[in-house]
């Protein structure tokens, strides 16, 4: 993913919390100067900057990416559903599993 620091302009999450863009910004790799900051809002409101960013210290970097991407698509799914967040949906996966394998048992 881009990142907005290198160029001189702050990376998205900067960006949206209106700070200056550190050269070795955690957030940087992952939040574009361009489509970050939408993306950092849900996930500042959900959970907060300052908890991402202490989590991100505990994932290996090789993984950082794809947990990124888990936080963002969590944030999402807390914002439209605050009480079960992603859980709903994969209720929803796990009883059209079931229907699935009922329809392929039963015909
Ligand atoms: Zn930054």
Known sequence: MASG??????CGACKFLRRKCAADCIF?????SEQGPAR???????????????????????DRCEAVV???????????DPVYGCVSHIFALQQ?????????FFL
């Open 5 to 10: 620091n290198g160029i001189g302009s702050p």
């Open 40 to 62: 950092f809002a849900a996930i500042h409101k959900v959970f907060g900057a300052s908890n991402v960013s202490k989590l991100l210290l505990h994932v290996p970097v090789p």
């Open 70 to 80: 888990t936080i963002a698509y969590e944030a999402q799914a807390r914002i439209r």
């Open 96 to 104: 059209q599993w079931y229907r699935n394998l009922l329809d392929r």
């Open 28 to 32: 940087a790799p992952y939040f574009g």
